[in-house]
Nanobody, 116 residues
């Protein structure tokens, strides 16, 4: 059973930076697609950034150029470096894994709050 545990959220001023981490259990991390989603209060859960097992990436338009997704397969860890944060980036950020069989796994989320 895969478990995903996010960390690194917190309160930051606009213009600041945070780095989120997601530690994954199990042995399929390196062959799975990984991603970050976020959900603001009263809104749906939207994709922020995705990194496939081969390393190719996708970014939502709203974060492209400010956020960087990366993975360390030796550590079973996913990262999201967030720079130039804006108040509208305030959300709960969720780590997700899609295994080779198409099964989705989700972490419990970490809260990011950006003050103006």
């Amino acid at each position: 059973q895969v478990q995903l545990v996010e960390s690194g959220g917190g309160l930051v001023q606009a213009g600041g930076s945070l780095r989120l981490s997601c530690a994954a259990s199990g042995s399929i991390f390196s062959i799975s697609g990984m991603g970050w989603y976020r959900q603001a209060p009263g809104k749906g859960r939207d994709p922020v950034a995705i990194i496939r097992s081969g390393g190719s990436t996708y970014y939502a338009d709203s974060v492209r150029g400010r956020f960087t997704i990366s993975r360390d397969n030796a550590k079973n860890t996913l990262y999201l470096q967030m720079n130039s944060l804006r108040p509208e980036d305030t959300s709960i950020y969720y780590c997700t894994m899609k295994d080779p069989g198409g099964m989705d796994y989700w972490g419990k989320g970490t809260l990011v709050t950006v003050s103006s």
